[in-house]
Nanobody, 119 residues
């Protein structure tokens, strides 16, 4: 199992920046890939970015060039730097830990942190 604690988020004007951080504890196998998802009101949860323990990174097209995901394996921490924020980035952002290989870990979702971008 894994325990995820998110920090960051808040209210920012369009064009501004925010930084989200997620600290993980528990079974390291559960942290093979870590990432961020978001869910806007009335919409399904969507993938934002992921980073594997080997450093492989994926970004959703909607955030490419604006968001940067990074990972500190020694501290079991993943960070999402969000620049040039747009109102459509407004959502609750969730940290996720994925062990891969069809495995499931308890606690693989953080509690969520609100990001609000005003126009």
């Amino acid at each position: 199992q894994v325990h995820l604690v998110e920090s960051g988020g808040g209210l920012v004007q369009a064009g501004g920046s925010l930084r989200l951080s997620c600290g993980a504890s528990g079974d390291t196998i559960c942290m093979r890939t870590m990432g961020w998802y978001r869910q806007a009101p009335g919409k399904e949860r969507e993938l934002v970015a992921t980073v594997s323990s080997a450093g492989n990174i994926y970004y959703a097209d909607s955030v490419k060039g604006r968001f940067t995901i990074s990972r500190d394996n020694a501290r079991s921490r993943v960070t999402l730097q969000m620049n040039s924020l747009k109102p459509e980035d407004t959502a609750v952002y969730y940290c996720n830990a994925d062990p891969g290989s069809g495995l499931v870990c308890r606690g693989s979702w953080g509690q969520g942190t609100q990001v609000t971008v005003s126009s």
